[in-house]
């Protein structure tokens, strides 16, 4: 199995920075997108920005030019720096990974998410 786990949500104010990271573990053969998705209250899922295992990018329009997504491969981890932030940006924000598990799992796809971690930008 893989286990998606973020960290880094918070209450901060419109015009400040977080940063939110999303470690993965378990039987991990190679990984090959990694993103971040957000859920407002009364709203769809929707895809923030996703990051390649070269490196390629890219975002939705709302938040290019203010976030920024990045990876560490060794650490197997996804990263989500977010600048300028406004209160639209409030949302609980979701780490997903694929990729292929390791050979004790027959190299078995795979497409898991995180369990979440809410970000909330108010006054």
């Known amino acids: 199995q893989v286990q998606l786990v973020e960290s880094g949500g918070g209450l901060v104010q419109p015009g400040g920075s977080l940063r939110l990271s999303c470690a993965a573990s378990g039987s991990i053969f190679s990984i090959n997108y990694m993103g971040w998705y957000r859920q407002a209250p009364g709203k769809q899922r929707e895809l923030v920005a996703r990051i390649t295992s070269g490196g390629s990018t890219n975002y939705t329009d709302s938040v290019k030019g203010r976030f920024t997504i990045s990876r560490d491969n060794a650490k197997k981890t996804v990263y989500l720096q977010m600048n300028s932030l406004k209160p639209e940006d409030t949302a609980v924000y979701y780490c997903?990974?694929?990729?292929?598990?390791?050979?004790?799992?027959?190299?078995?796809?795979?497409?898991?998410w995180g369990q979440g971690t809410q970000v909330t930008v108010s006054t």
């Open positions: 997903s990974a694929d990729g292929t598990m390791g050979p004790y799992d027959y190299y078995a796809r795979y497409d898991e």
